[in-house]
């Protein structure tokens, strides 16, 4: 594994991208399967499943930073020996919380906040703080309440007025209905609904240019023109693939707070 | 199953490139005691039924130079149901139709599963007859019984999945991948009694069943 990995390193940087992908699916697959997990995290587990290939996509675009491909990694080593540790299989949701804390201050915080803090442009590093650090901050304060409460949030088993359950003949032909629109029933489809959102939405600072100051990809000749806060891409809009970098956290953390303790 | 030489081919290739990728490299299949497994047909596979693709996993488990001879058993009035459906059960997976039920009418519900074992063929079978919880056993059907005292020189194979009812389960069609692994358990023979046969294959598939200490499935 070591030769591959570093025969991957060295051939190309597109081939060391996939590989690392399939390392980082195949530890996330290992993680999840030690962790006790429930049905209703099914949709979750899906999405970070997901996630691998757009956090790999923005390694590979060079937005990201290599530091985040090796997150999944981390919840395999670390994480494995503390459920060995603490003996624990039945985690009360204490316990699954308390465990599950490194996982959220290294998996989201501490990434997020270095993307935030080694972004190599100025002008958009600060928003970017506030768009990433500060959901990020959530985090040790929905960790210190639960401890404080000695419980934590329960996940959504669904308002009982929002499900019904239509039997239609047979036990495999039960068919559950939610309320498309309580969030806390069906919050997938919400935090899908607010990631579009955020992505449709322009950043302040990621205006159209007029087409007069439309220099695709050249941004040495947008400098020497003078046009240092934007940043030419294509379309006359100014980086519009940094969008995600809004939508995503909503998306993770809209979804992650209604799921997890 | 076609004599087509494409659909045979077709058949080939899903299971080359699509069903070995799903199982044995997106899913990983773990298999304990592989050696336990029958060489050549004619020969039985009893599984744990949580998902719909118990019966692609039992089959990924066997080489791929035996896949004409694997015969998954499944319910008529389930793969039939559609035209579509139908077509790719009797045509791809290869599937012997069994009519629930039609035992109690006087029938022989079994009789292309015999049938099939007397040219060599290797069937796969789910002795709960229908999907249930994942790492739970339901209570057996008895047609394996009967199956195994039919043909008690056939090897009946057991082998427990585990994992694989939290990937798919019964009523999701969402793959959420987890590590799935199989065990497999020493080859049982029919006995004289369907019942004491099913109480043995029962025992030895609850002793796999304990072999392997998953997390907690809620």
Redesign the interface.
């Known amino acids: 594994m070591i030769g591959a990995f570093t025969l991957c390193i060295l051939l190309n940087q597109t081939v060391a991208i996939f590989f690392l992908a399939f390392i980082s699916?195949?530890a996330l697959?290992?993680y999840?399967?030690?962790?006790?997990?429930?049905?209703i995290d099914?949709?979750v587990?899906?999405f970070a499943?997901l996630a691998i290939p757009i956090r790999y996509y923005w390694a590979a675009i060079d937005w990201y930073g290599m530091f985040i491909l090796f997150v999944p990694v981390w919840v395999f080593l670390f994480l494995p020996p503390l459920l060995v540790l603490r003996a624990e299989?039945?985690l009360s949701a204490r316990g699954r919380h308390d465990l599950l804390g490194p996982d959220d201050d290294g998996v989201h915080a501490l990434p997020h906040g270095m993307a935030a803090r080694v972004g190599r442009r100025r002008q958009s590093g600060r928003w970017r703080s506030r768009a990433l650090v500060l959901p990020c901050g959530a985090d040790p304060v929905q960790r210190c309440g639960a401890i404080l409460l000695g419980q934590a949030l329960r996940p959504p088993q669904g308002h009982a007025a929002c499900q019904s359950e239509e039997d239609l003949g047979g036990?495999?032909r039960?068919r559950r209905h939610d309320n498309a629109r309580c969030g806390a029933c069906r919050p997938l489809p919400h935090a899908v609904g607010y990631a579009l959102v955020c992505a449709g939405r322009p950043h302040p600072r990621h205006r159209r240019l007029p087409r007069r100051h439309h220099h695709v990809g050249d941004e040495a000749r947008s400098r020497r023109e003078g046009h240092r806060r934007t940043d030419p891409g294509p379309w006359r809009h100014s980086r519009p693939r940094r969008q995600p970098t809004y939508a995503a956290p909503v998306f993770v953390h809209f979804v992650r707070y209604f799921y997890y303790p | 199953m076609s004599k087509n030489p494409l659909t045979r081919l077709l058949r080939f290739l899903f299971f080359a490139v699509v069903v070995r990728a799903v199982i044995l490299v997106a899913?990983?299949l773990t298999v304990r005691h592989r050696e336990r497994l029958p060489k050549d047909g004619p020969a039985i596979l009893a599984g744990n039924h949580n998902s719909n693709l118990d019966a692609l996993a039992m089959m990924s488990l066997m080489p791929l130079r035996l896949l004409p001879k694997l015969r998954p058993v499944a319910a008529m009035d389930y793969f039939y149901s559609s035209r579509l459906r139908g077509w790719f059960a009797d045509q791809i997976v290869g599937i012997i139709p069994v009519k629930r039920g039609s035992g109690k009418e006087g029938g022989n519900p079994l009789l292309l599963a015999e049938q099939a074992l007397d040219r060599g063929e290797i069937l796969v079978i789910f002795p709960e007859g229908?999907?249930g919880e994942p790492e739970t056993l339901q209570a057996f059907k008895k047609g394996i019984g009967h199956l195994a005292k039919a043909r008690s020189k056939v090897p009946v194979v057991p082998g427990f999945i585990h994992?694989l009812g939290?990937a798919p389960?019964?009523?999701?069609a969402?793959l959420?991948?987890?590590?799935v692994i199989v065990s497999v358990g020493e080859p049982l023979y029919g006995k004289e009694s369907y019942d004491a046969f099913i109480s043995e294959l029962e025992a030895a598939m609850t002793a796999l069943a304990a072999q392997e200490?998953?997390?907690?499935?809620?």
């Open positions: 699916y195949l697959k290992e999840l399967s030690l962790i006790p997990t429930r049905r099914r949709e587990l899906l499943y299989r039945g036990a495999d039960r | 899913l990983g229908t999907r994992g939290k389960p019964r009523g999701s969402l959420v991948p987890f590590n200490k998953l997390p907690a499935w809620e």
